[in-house]
């Protein structure tokens, strides 16, 4: 019987005394939990140190890359540690002979999947988060089952395979959870994971025929290079905000380059079983039903692609890039559906929290939203209940099957049907407000755990050199771009934002595509400051408008605030929107203080202007102040469709 992980975690909350619920390590170890086992204070090394009967050879497979140290020190460590018999099991299934007969290159991934650094996730709290990050950068996966034989006892898993045997051991620099089985650590990419699946095979099949399964095939830059004293993990270097009006820094926000670029990928797919309930099984019928909803929302490319299925435009190509994005996430990084952010800055009586990204379909775009209860859809239409188009569901990671999902470049997650970019969906659930997070808007911001993974750290910020940001550019060496860390206590939607800073800074960003043919406005969120710059802005280098100032004391937006009379706030609106600005959304800050509450959150409209589905745009920035201090914040980018801003009822403020 499965059940879902949140009943899991409240369970086991229920089950503890709140003391020992505590997820952050002192660096004075007096205030440290106890054990939930024993009374003793040690670090995550010491525990297992202490264990040798049952620790002695994942100790040994430890000390090979020098982790055990690392252990000793203070810091916020999860250790998943496999008992002896783990391990002695681990060899024989892999021919070694010792511990000792391990490769390096092995032994130095096996401890580095067994460890995730910078949390302390106990199980009552894994819940409430997004998954785990391992120090190989790859996503921990819990799932729950009950034991049926042992009056249902709660079982968890961790990555389908590994049970927790002896979980929530606080120890002095983090929690120690003691596991049956060493955790799967796949060098495989991701189309080889999903070959092994039997389960599915005619999406596997589809795969391989049209290409897709080459472009999912890459996962270093080994290119990319950086100096460690500045990767994450080191020892950072600052960039400065907080100016006065002469452009000197008064605050300086920690940075660090990622030490590493990846490429990474997902894929939502659906099961041989899902399509057979569409009259799909095999190969041949997919084909055509590719074919039937493609040639409909594509009619100008109809016949022309059929026999060549690598071409972009062939509708099986289509369709199974449309399942796959070029980042990767485990189920809650693509909208926020638990943790803080959802938790305390979304209002969503209002209105259910929604990200967007483009998928590797060409010119295409996908919807995820969530509704209270954590379910996500993927190209919903409506709020809650009251949805009009129903979507797909994501599922939950204990509702698939006992495959592995995650290897070292990407995962995949299931979907409950079919997943298509119809005529439909483009002309119909996507004909809406269009808001993009900054966070969302390169794939290196994502594959670098620059969004959601850092929550709540001291304000820190993630940067990215020039050449080595996805869908960005630095037009001069002086532009510095780098994506912040989410923060509850900032006034960024999501908590999160993009800077870009640096003396004269030009830079440009890509749009994400449009669904359909139509006139536009662009909008750019962004809070105003002393701090900030005045930028001329342009669309595919055609200037859009004056210079804008992202300055308090000369942004001139006409803000003023709502009173009780609704009539005067909407002349308020059209007063700001002759101006070229909108208060920001009231779905988003606190239930007493949305961010349509505040005067220097914003949004501002660049253009008003027709744009094509089948087109790149980018948005351009050039700082014409002089000062090397001074920054611009991109909080999100808005594409809304004039059947939305000017419907009779008028664009809602959400």
């Not at 021919?95 to 650094?117: F, M, W």
């Not at 997004?130 to 042992?150: E, F, G, H, L």
């Not at 999903?194 to 589809?206: G, K, T």
């Not at 472009?215 to 460690?228: G, I, K, N």
Request: hydrophobic share 35%; net charge negative; aromatic share 12%.
């Amino acid at each position: 019987m499965r059940i879902s992980m949140a009943g899991v975690f409240y369970m086991l909350l229920l089950s503890f005394s709140p003391v020992l619920l505590l997820t952050a390590c002192n660096e004075d170890d007096s205030d440290a939990p106890l054990n939930f086992y024993s009374s003793v204070r040690l670090t995550a090394a010491g525990f297992i140190e202490a264990d040798e009967a049952q620790f002695s050879d994942f100790k040994a497979i430890l000390e090979r890359g020098n982790y055990l140290s690392m252990l000793k020190t203070y810091g916020h460590y999860t250790v998943f540690a496999p008992t002896n018999d783990a391990i002695q099991t681990f060899l024989r299934e892999n021919g070694y002979a010792s511990i000792e007969a391990i490769p390096n290159d092995k032994c130095d991934t096996l401890a580095r999947t067994h460890i995730v650094q910078d949390k302390a996730y106990f199980t009552t709290d894994m819940g409430g988060e997004v998954a785990p990050v391992n120090m190989n950068d790859d996503y921990i996966q819990m799932t729950s089952d009950s034991d049926v034989v042992n009056n249902n006892a709660l079982l968890i898993f961790v990555n389908k395979n590994s049970r927790i045997i002896q979980k929530d051991d606080s120890v002095t620099n983090g929690v120690v959870h003691v596991i049956d089985h060493v955790i799967n650590a796949s060098n495989q990419f991701l189309p080889a994971l999903m070959e092994e699946n039997p389960n599915l095979s005619i999406f596997c099949q589809a795969l391989r025929l049209t290409g897709m399964a080459d472009s999912l095939s890459r996962y270093v830059d080994e290119t990319y290079t950086v100096d460690p004293d500045s990767a994450v993990g080191g020892k950072g270097f600052k960039v400065p905000y907080g100016t006065a009006n002469d452009g000197t820094a008064s605050k300086q926000c920690q940075t660090w380059y990622p030490d590493h670029r990846y490429f990474k990928f997902t894929a939502f797919v659906e099961t041989d079983s899902i399509y057979r309930l569409h009259g799909i099984n095999n190969l041949d019928d997919l084909k055509a039903y590719a074919k039937q909803v493609y040639d409909e929302s594509y009619p100008e490319d109809a016949g022309k692609y059929d026999d060549n299925f690598k071409d972009r435009r062939n509708p099986l190509n289509r369709f199974v890039s449309y399942h796959l994005i070029n980042r990767i996430g485990s189920r809650e990084y693509w909208v926020h559906c638990k943790g803080a952010i959802y938790e305390q800055k979304f209002l969503f009586n209002i209105f259910d929290p929604e990200d967007y990204f483009p998928t590797m379909a060409p010119h295409t775009i996908i919807r995820f939203c969530s509704n209270p209860g954590e379910q996500i859809y993927i190209n919903r239409k409506g709020v809650k209940s009251n949805a009009t188009v129903r979507g797909v569901r994501v599922m939950k990671d204990d509702e698939g099957d006992g495959y592995t999902q995650s290897c070292s470049n990407g995962m995949y997650h299931y979907i409950d049907d079919i997943l298509v970019y119809s005529a439909d969906v483009r002309n119909n659930v996507l004909n809406r407000r269009i808001r993009i997070d900054g966070s969302c808007l390169s794939p290196d911001f994502m594959n670098a755990r620059a969004r959601i993974y850092y929550m709540n750290k001291e304000e820190q910020m993630i940067g990215f050199k020039n050449g080595f940001l996805a869908d960005f550019k630095m037009h001069n060496s002086h532009t510095f771009i780098g994506c912040g860390n989410e923060q509850t206590g900032w006034r960024h939607y999501q908590g999160s934002g993009v800077c870009i800073t640096g003396e004269k800074f030009d830079a440009s960003v890509k749009l994400p595509p449009v669904p359909h043919d139509g006139t536009y406005e662009v909008r750019l969120g962004y809070s105003t400051g002393d701090d900030r710059g005045i930028a001329q802005v342009y669309l595919n280098n055609e200037p859009c408008g004056i210079p804008i100032s992202f300055r308090n004391f000369d942004s001139n937006t006409g803000w003023e605030p709502d009173t009780e009379d609704e009539e005067e706030n909407k002349a308020i609106d059209k007063a700001m929107r002759n101006r070229g600005f909108m208060k920001a959304m009231d779905s988003y800050g606190s239930s007493s203080e949305p961010f349509r509450t505040y005067s220097n959150d914003v949004r501002r409209i660049l253009v008003k202007q027709y744009l094509r589905a089948d087109q790149e745009y980018w948005l351009r920035f050039r700082q014409i102040l002089e000062g090397s201090t001074l920054y611009m914040s991109i909080d999100y980018i808005e594409l809304c469709p004039k059947d939305v801003y000017d419907s009779p009822e008028g664009e809602d403020r959400h």
